[in-house]
């Protein structure tokens, strides 16, 4: 049977941004529906990715990234704090390789003018710290930390039912269509969804459900990365990072919250979203890590997973940024589109929450 349901606002997509943005919507009071096209929430890219509180060092100038960033740190180690979710600011160390101090210290003065804490550690220094660690100098972030994602998205979608939202998950929204001051939303099983105001949260699907006839000039570029597990006792303390490489942060020693340690991503374009780790990769991956760590034993890499970053390319290249698409080029339009979420997004969750609030106000 087809049935009509209106509210107030609908979120299309239970990522953790998709939940934080409803809870926002939810806590303030308005009617919110989240749809889901899988059975659980978080399961897509907000399950597969280095889990990692960015503390804010990379990110361009006055980007949505970097402002997001700064605030969503803030916002998250608070909400993790008051909802008892397992979480640590473990710290990172980035360390260079000889002939890369200058882009280390770009990384330093940049930390510096966004007040983020960070201190420099020179090779003798840094063998004190960590003996294995080879590197030519390396930078100390202590806010940089880890939480468990899961207990996240959990977290945030009790808040949203709290609030009286409403989760429906098994639902795939085929279409995204505005009728004067309207949204409405299809579901694949008939049910339309007529709201004041529709988010389009649907992370590496998000582009498909732009509303025509007002789609920019914007295509999916999908960059997969893939992690190996390290079986065994790591010597390091914090998370390490060689310098970033193209298209991410570089192959790096990230933490769970039980310890395991897990190595990775990598970057490799593909042309759709697909999840399998190559066994093969291992090579690569070694090459990579013996830089920073010549002692790692190739034998304790297992491909663990991989996830795929949602990037956009606009007629400039690939938009280094998050773009909120609607309501800045018309306030009264009644989609908002939150495109290229890439990392650091799960940082930034609460504070795109928070934005995408004041943005459809
Ligand atoms: C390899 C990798 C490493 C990363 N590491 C970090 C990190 O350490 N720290 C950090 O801050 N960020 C990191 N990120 C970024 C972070 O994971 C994402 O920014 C964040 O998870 C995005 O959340 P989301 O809710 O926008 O997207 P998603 O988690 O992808 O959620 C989108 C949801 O929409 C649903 N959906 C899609 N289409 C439809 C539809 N038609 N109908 C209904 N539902 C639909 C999907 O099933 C999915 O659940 C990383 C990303 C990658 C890929």
Redesign the pocket.
């Known amino acids: 049977m087809m049935d009509t349901v209106n509210t107030e606002v609908v979120v299309?997509?239970?990522?953790?941004?998709?939940v934080a943005v409803a809870r926002q919507f939810a806590m303030r009071g308005a009617q919110v529906i989240l749809?889901?096209?899988?059975s659980s929430?978080?399961?897509?890219?907000?399950a597969?990715?280095?889990?990692?509180?960015?503390a804010g060092l990379y990110y361009t100038e006055y980007s949505l990234k970097e402002k997001l960033c700064l605030v969503g740190k803030e916002l998250l180690y608070q909400y993790c704090a008051d909802k008892d979710i397992p979480h640590s600011a473990i710290g990172k160390w980035i360390v260079s390789a000889p002939g890369q101090e200058s882009r280390l210290e770009e990384i330093y003065q940049r930390a510096l003018s966004n007040d983020v804490p960070i201190s420099r550690l020179s090779a003798a220094e840094m063998r004190r710290e960590a003996a294995e660690l080879a590197c030519s100098a390396a930078l100390e972030s202590t806010s940089t930390g880890i939480v468990d994602v899961q207990q996240l998205v959990h977290s945030l979608s009790l808040d949203f039912e709290e609030a009286g939202g409403l989760v429906h998950c098994r639902?795939?929204?085929?279409s995204l269509a505005v009728d004067g001051r309207k949204a409405i939303l299809t579901i694949e099983d008939g049910t339309t969804i007529v709201a004041d105001l529709a988010i389009n949260?649907?992370?590496?699907?998000a582009l498909e459900?732009l509303p025509d006839p007002m789609s920019p000039d914007l295509e999916n570029y999908y960059l997969k990365?893939s992690y190996f597990s390290y079986s065994g006792g790591v010597p390091f303390r914090r998370l390490v990072y060689p310098l970033p490489a193209a298209g991410g942060l570089g192959i790096h020693l990230t933490f769970d919250l039980s310890g395991a340690a897990t190595f990775g991503?990598n970057t490799e374009p593909v042309g759709a979203p697909e999840f399998s780790v190559a066994e093969s990769d291992v090579h690569a991956f070694v090459n990579a890590i013996v830089h920073y760590w010549p002692n790692c034993d190739p034998s304790k890499l297992s491909p663990a997973y991989s996830?795929?970053?949602?990037q956009i390319i606009g007629r400039d290249g690939v938009v280094n940024d998050f773009i909120f698409w609607g309501k800045e080029i018309d306030p009264k339009f009644p989609v908002l589109s939150?495109l290229g979420?890439?990392?650091?997004?799960?940082?930034?969750?609460l504070a795109i929450a928070d934005q995408v609030f004041e943005l459809a106000q």
């Open positions: 299309v997509g239970g990522g953790v941004v998709g749809i889901e096209k899988e929430l978080g399961s897509c890219t907000s597969r990715n280095s889990g990692v509180i960015h639902a795939r929204a085929t949260a649907a992370g590496l699907n459900l990365g991503p996830g795929v970053r949602p939150l979420i890439d990392s650091p997004g799960l940082t930034c969750c």
